[in-house]
């Protein structure tokens, strides 16, 4: 299961980029799109496989990486178009997806439980932190 869609990628290039990176046209141009992202999702699985039962529901911030991932794959085996500018955005975005991923896997980062479902929240994460070991209420705090 792709994170996100052939439609979502293509969106993201322009015209003129898309045809110099992927010369495939119509149905061959989905189809190449979507082996790249299913190629990515595969490396989404597998980082958050120690964290998750994968694959999970997608949200905007793993449609992001994944787009992010698939974008990198395309101009490492395609070739980076210098005069557009490519290589340094996919690169950035190959390195911020790689860094959300670890933060996910290390449990710094959670999605939420149901990030399919909810509406209106950030990228579809929720933040926690660790119990205070401190707390105003605790027996004996009156006293500091």
Not at 6 to 20: E, K, M, S, V, Y
Not at 41 to 63: E, Q
Not at 91 to 100: I, L, N, S, V
Not at 122 to 132: E, F, Q
Request: charged fraction near 15%; hydrophobic fraction near 45%; glycine fraction near 8%.
């Amino acid at each position: 299961m792709a994170y996100a869609t052939a439609a979502q990628l293509a969106d993201r290039l322009t015209g003129g980029i898309l045809a110099n990176m992927i010369t495939e046209a119509g149905d061959d141009r989905d189809r190449v799109l979507t082996q790249y992202l299913d190629m990515a999702s595969a490396v989404i699985d597998a980082r958050l496989s120690s964290m998750y039962a994968t694959p999970v529901a997608s949200t905007p911030l793993l449609s992001l990486v994944c787009q992010n991932l698939a974008l990198w794959q395309i101009v490492a085996d395609r070739g980076g178009f210098a005069s557009h500018n490519v290589q340094a955005p996919a690169q950035k975005g190959y390195d911020q997806a790689h860094d959300w991923l670890g933060k996910l896997a290390s449990g710094e980062m959670q999605l939420s439980k149901d990030a399919g479902k909810a509406s209106g929240a950030a990228a579809g994460l929720s933040v926690s932190s660790p119990a205070p070991l401190f707390n105003p209420a605790s027996p004996g705090m009156e006293y500091f």
